[in-house]
């Protein structure tokens, strides 16, 4: 079945650094895109980023965009988020996220936050 299991969250200071990993497993990894969503107290879940498939085409959500990076490695079925230049609005629960054959899967999900 499909699995998707997130890491790498934890606190930062303002300015600070973290990467999220995603590992995925239950499908044919280079055939899907991969996202990554968040969501803070009180708001709504949101994408954050998303990697295309085949291709390796990305998009960010524009408050992140400059700061946040994905990337995929194909031989280890990982998704990963680097996220820079971090902001007390960043603190959020991270997702994992894939769409196989129409249906949704998520990973647990990584808390992530700033504050200094």
Known sequence: QVQLVESGG???QPGGSLRLSC???GFIFSLYDMSWYRQAPGKERELVALIGSPGSS???ADSVKGRFT???DYA???VYL???SLKPEDTAVYYCYVKVR???YWGQGTQV???S
Do not use: L, P
């Open 10 to 12: 934890g606190a930062a």
């Open 23 to 25: 590992a995925a497993s």
């Open 58 to 60: 990305k998009n960010y």
């Open 70 to 72: 994905i990337s995929k």
């Open 76 to 78: 280890k079925n990982m």
């Open 82 to 84: 680097v996220m820079d």
């Open 102 to 104: 129409g249906y949704d």
């Open 113 to 115: 936050t700033v504050s």
